[in-house]
């Protein structure tokens, strides 16, 4: 679809049918550390890590998995917890609790620490 849309093709809809429902808030986790200027967690580390799981208003996306290994060589990037709600207090009140819930351990992250 974006292809032929973008060789001039015709949108699968006009802007009149397009409504707004909610409010989306996206996260990005990172293995950074925030007392070093947000540099990327410097050390080749094993982690373990317990992101939220995913349902009708959360979309997690990542591309590791508990025990694999953050290394300098890549995007520090952990994850994108995406959430959707009626209004963005809703949503932020999701994340909130989402973000409560997960858990990284090995590897300095930007979350907050409690």
């Known amino acids: 679809m974006a ?7 015709e949108m699968p809809l006009r ?11 996206e996260v990005r986790l990172y293995a950074e550390d925030p007392a ?3 540099l990327p967690s410097n050390r080749q580390r094993s982690f373990i890590c317990a992101l939220p799981e995913e349902g009708p208003h959360v979309r997690v996306d990542t591309g590791v998995r508990e025990g694999d290994t953050v290394t300098p060589f890549y995007d520090p990037m ?3 917890v ?5 209004d963005r207090t809703s949503a932020l009140r999701r ?6 819930q ?11 620490r409690s």
């Open 15 to 25: 802007q009149e049918q397009l409504g707004i429902d909610g409010h989306a808030v």
């Open 3 to 9: 292809a032929r849309v973008a060789a001039g093709g």
């Open 102 to 112: 997960t858990e990284v351990v090995g590897v300095t992250t930007n979350a907050p």
């Open 95 to 100: 994340m909130a609790t989402l973000m409560g």
């Open 36 to 38: 070093r200027n947000f």
């Open 78 to 80: 952990i994850a994108k």
């Open 82 to 86: 995406i959430v959707h709600d009626r």
